[in-house]
Each structure stands twice: as structure tokens, then as C-alpha cells.
Antibody, heavy 120, light 110 residues
């Protein structure tokens, strides 16, 4: 059964870059059957899709975040990463990585999520 | 790229059936085969309930069912149980291969 685990700083200063990594076990990021995604949930709000990436490096971004976001994959380490530039307090959220099933368009496995706080 | 519209809350009594909606546009739900629903208990990982609009993953109770009509998707839970009390989110692919979630519905089992 796939497992995903987020890692990265829990506190990021305003205007700096948020960097998170998702380590995948029990599945391969080089599989063409899946994409790898980031999703966030601000406190008291709903889920927001951020980005996803294929094993070959094709990327797809939420238009509202596209100018500040980069997603990348390192298949040799079985990891994928998120960078969100120029953060502000509204970027405070629980950030989760997830596996997106190609051909079904659904997130079938999720990480536990990690809270990232950007102080105001 | 607006969020899909879900009612903030719905409620029902144990044993009843409830249906919650998820409304989008012709650019997402209306044109997408890839609709999914998730259940999230506070502090827990979201659980996939429905994918491709109507399909249930292995292990998901057949009390959960999905449907779509036009630009609106629906999730029906039959035989409501206390453990069903949670937040429910819909998700759709859009025409440009982006994804969009609904704002979430809080289900209360009274």
C-alpha cells in the first residue's frame, strides 16, 4: 500500500519561499499510471489543488497560484517537491501530497499533511 | 477557475438518506468524466469515496453513491450512520487539465 510523507519547515517568513518534499514508499514516482500532486487546506477552509506532475515531468498548475509555484519530481529518490515563492499569511495551510490516478482523475492516496505557517 | 459550489452543511438522522450537491460549470463538471468525492474526518487523511462520477473504490460501502446531471454532481449516502459525520469534498477535472475542489459540505448526523 502506497505511503506518502511530507517534510519541510513548519514556519516560513513572509516573502520567502515555501519548500516541501513528499517521499513516496510502496509505489514508484516513475510509474506512468499516476501523477503526483500537492493540495492545501487553509485553517477553516476547504481543499485547494495546487499542482500535479507526471513521471516524465509534465506539470499542471492551479491558475491562481501558477506564477508562484514550481513542482518537480526526482524519480531516483522517489520524491516530488513543491516550491511556493513570495509567501504571505494567506498561504498558511496544511499542505498535503497525494497520488493522482491517471485515467481516473482521483486522489487515491494522501500524505498526513503538514502545517505551514506564514506569520503576518 | 472558481471552486465548485457545495452547500456548507447538510444533516440527517440515522438510517435516513441524504444527498449533497456539487455545482460547477460546463468547463468542469459539465464536460468532465473525472468527478470524485472525498470524506474527511477532522485531523484525518481524506478518503476517496467515489471516482469517475459513480464508481466506488474497493472497501467503500455501497451506501455511498454518485451521480451527475449537467453541471451538477451529487453524492448520496443511504442508511446514514453516526460515523458518516464528516466533511465531504467534490473534485472535478476541468477542460484545461486543471483540477478544482468544492468548498466542502459538513454532514451532521443528528
Amino acid at each position: 500500500q502506497p505511503q506518502l510523507q511530507e517534510s519541510g519547515p513548519g514556519l516560513v517568513k513572509p516573502s520567502e519561499t515555501l519548500s516541501l518534499t513528499c517521499t513516496v514508499s510502496g509505489a514508484s514516482t516513475s510509474s506512468s499510471s499516476f501523477y503526483w500532486a500537492w493540495i492545501r487546506q487553509p485553517p477553516g477552509k476547504g481543499l485547494e489543488w495546487i499542482a500535479y506532475i507526471s513521471s516524465s515531468g509534465n506539470t499542471y498548475y492551479n491558475p491562481s497560484l501558477k506564477s508562484r509555484v514550481t513542482i518537480s519530481v526526482d524519480t531516483s529518490k522517489n520524491q516530488f517537491s513543491l516550491r511556493l515563492r513570495s509567501v504571505t499569511a494567506p498561504d498558511t495551510a496544511v499542505y498535503s501530497c497525494a497520488r493522482l490516478r491517471y485515467g481516473s482523475g482521483c486522489f487515491d492516496y494522501w500524505g498526513q499533511g503538514t502545517l505551514v505557517t506564514v506569520p503576518s | 477557475h472558481s471552486a465548485l459550489t457545495q452547500p456548507a452543511s447538510v444533516s440527517g438522522s440515522p438510517g435516513q438518506s441524504i444527498t449533497m450537491s456539487c455545482t460547477g460549470t460546463s468547463s468542469d463538471i459539465g464536460s468532465s468524466y473525472f468527478l470524485s468525492w472525498y470524506q474527511r474526518h477532522p485531523g484525518k487523511v481524506p478518503k476517496l469515496l467515489i471516482y469517475e462520477g459513480t464508481k466506488r473504490p474497493s472497501g467503500v460501502s455501497n451506501r455511498f453513491s454518485g451521480s451527475k446531471s449537467g453541471n451538477t454532481a451529487s453524492l448520496t449516502i443511504s442508511g446514514l450512520q453516526a460515523e458518516d459525520e464528516a466533511y465531504y469534498y467534490c473534485c472535478s477535472y476541468a477542460a484545461d487539465s486543471t483540477l478544482v475542489f468544492g468548498g466542502g459540505t459538513n454532514l451532521a448526523v443528528l
